[in-house]
């Protein structure tokens, strides 16, 4: 197995474990469908812009079985994502259809997003893993932890002194998972999905 930065070519293969990962938080907004592995890839294709090598895929039998996104500081996400165009050209391709989502769903994302960003404004600048995933099946050897440990190690060399993540409260596994790593519970954020236990590293 080897950890290395994704590429653009990967992306695809990233959205199907993603969805696969997160199949029930796509569908509180949607059904899962082609057309929304499109709005998932090009997301994907803002944060790999955004964050270079902290976005990094782990390689199993020629093919991508994981992935874990690290930011350094989230400013430049939000950053790129206007200064690049993103956010217009995400309009204007939701608004013709090219998602096949009507306005009303694409207001829910949207205030979801901002139950988390009234959440992030308020707490403290640190890096963040934001995302992290596993084909099934690969599950259980190892690899998610293999992936945390390279995206810590790429904060550490950034400078980053501390890591933060949120964390479903009924995914223990996962909890269990970054406690391991040292992360603590911090607080609590909430989304239109319910809440997020926070947990913090210090590196």
Request: proline share 3%; charged share 20%; aromatic share 12%.
């Amino acid at each position: 197995m080897e950890i290395r930065p994704a590429t653009a070519a990967q992306l695809d293969e990233v959205v199907d474990i993603f969805a696969a990962a997160f199949y029930d938080s796509i569908s509180f907004f949607t059904p899962l469908n082609q057309k929304i592995k499109v709005a998932l890839k090009d997301f994907f294709k803002l944060l790999l812009s955004a964050f270079g090598p902290g976005f990094m895929v782990a390689i199993e039998d020629n093919q991508v079985a994981g992935y874990i996104v690290m930011a350094a500081d989230i400013r430049q996400l939000w950053l790129h994502a206007v200064l690049s165009g993103f956010i217009l050209k995400l309009a204007a391709k939701a608004i013709g259809g090219a998602y096949g989502v009507r306005l009303a769903t694409i207001y829910k994302i949207v205030q979801n997003k901002l139950y988390y960003m009234r959440f992030e404004v308020t707490t403290d600048h640190c890096g963040q893993l934001l995302s992290l995933g596993v084909t099934p099946k690969y599950q259980g050897r190892g690899m998610g932890r293999q992936l945390i440990t390279a995206g810590i190690n790429y904060l550490a060399a950034q400078k980053v002194n501390r890591i933060k993540l949120e964390v479903r409260p009924d995914n223990t596994a996962a909890a269990h998972l970054y406690a391991s790593f040292d992360f603590v519970p911090i607080g609590q954020a909430k989304d239109l999905q319910g809440q997020w236990i926070v947990m913090m590293k210090e590196i």
